[in-house]
């Protein structure tokens, strides 16, 4: 018989912040880019987006505040 495998040690808050940061990162680029690819480049274009601008506004939104909300949880 094998020798259990020993649990993993707890990760520290210095991954956890960094683990966090990371995910705020991707949010806010990815917002930035559903607005910039749904909203803004068809406007400067001059051919309308219709629905999906508001589309493309509306997940800027949520994912901004998917960002703030992780950034909220980031410990001192």
């Keep these: 018989m094998t020798a259990p495998i020993p649990p ?15 995910l705020a990162t991707t949010g806010n680029a990815l917002s930035i880019t559903m607005l910039v690819t749904t909203s803004l480049q068809p406007a400067f274009s001059g051919k309308p987006a219709g629905v999906s601008g508001a589309i493309g506004l509306a997940a800027f939104v949520a994912l901004q505040g998917l960002t703030h909300y ?7």
Excluded: C, S, Y
């Design 8 to 22: 993993a040690p707890r990760v520290g808050k210095a991954a956890r912040n960094e683990k966090r940061k990371a």
């Design 70 to 76: 992780v950034l909220r949880k980031v410990e001192d």
